[in-house]
């Protein structure tokens, strides 16, 4: 058993009995962790203490090997984002983000994806409304490549061959793990995408959402059936309705 200090991000929080709560909070070196915080429940409930879901915490916990549940002792806030609350959008995407965490049920911490967790959620309290449905979508698909599931978007998934640029529209086959070429597409469901698509794609992959993004709920649904494939939550994910209500408002169709 050893007392360990870590900082991470608060991804979720339940209540676990009258004094009791579980919350799972994303560290840099072990990943989702499970713990269980004794007489924290005040405190996480709404008013009281001020600790949000999403805010930076600086925790000290005692961790034993092969226990499912870690013990909590101490919790500070080191930066809120309780701001992530003023608008449905920032925080469905936010809550999206962390299913995707959770769905991996990630046992190995990840520096890199931790600060990439951590900018995501600074961009989507931060920035313009505008720009949401970008960065949103972006640190998506950013936590998916993080996880090990890129889309191939240069080659065909089918058959290898190099794909043409130009081609006006190709087939993105989620479940195959990205685009076809145009011979092996014919019998693919695949959602269909154009070269302006596939390139607004290339961007929000490399974490360069672009201006006045086009297609977003499109875009929104490409990343939901992607990461279901690929992810294999136990359940659909539930912010997904939320973020598509929250867009519908935020972008022009
Ligand atoms: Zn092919």
Redesign the pocket.
């Given at each position: 058993m050893s007392t360990v200090q870590e900082e991470g991000i608060l991804l979720r929080s339940h209540p676990y009995s009258e004094s009791s709560r579980v919350v799972r909070i994303l560290t840099p070196e072990r990943g989702v962790l499970p713990l269980m915080a004794r007489g924290l429940r005040r405190r996480v409930e709404k008013g009281e203490g001020g600790v949000d879901t999403f805010d930076q915490v600086r925790i000290v916990y005692t961790f034993r090997s092969g226990r499912d549940l870690q013990t909590l002792t101490e919790l500070d806030v080191v930066r809120s984002r309780q701001g992530l609350g003023r608008d449905l959008v920032r925080f469905a995407g936010a809550s999206l983000l962390a299913e995707f965490l959770l769905a991996h049920a990630l046992e190995e911490g990840s520096p890199a994806l931790s600060q990439e967790m951590e900018g995501a959620l600074d961009l989507l309290l931060d920035r313009p409304l505008e720009q949401v449905p970008g960065v949103l979508l972006s640190a998506g698909w950013r936590l998916l490549v993080h996880l090990g599931f890129a889309p191939e978007l240069g080659?065909?998934?089918?058959?290898?061959?190099e794909l043409d640029e130009e081609a006006p529209l190709l087939r993105f086959s989620a479940g195959q793990g990205g685009l076809?070429?145009?011979?092996?597409?014919g019998d693919s469901a695949g959602s269909r995408l154009g070269p302006g698509a596939r390139n607004d794609l290339r961007s929000l992959l490399a974490g360069r959402p672009p201006e006045g993004l086009r297609g977003a709920l499109v875009h929104l649904a490409l990343l939901e059936v992607f990461a279901l494939n690929h992810l294999a939550p136990n359940r659909p994910f539930q912010s997904v309705a939320l973020v598509r209500a929250g867009l519908g408002s935020t972008v022009a169709r």
């Open positions: 080659r065909c998934v089918r058959c290898g061959a076809l070429c145009q011979g092996c597409g």
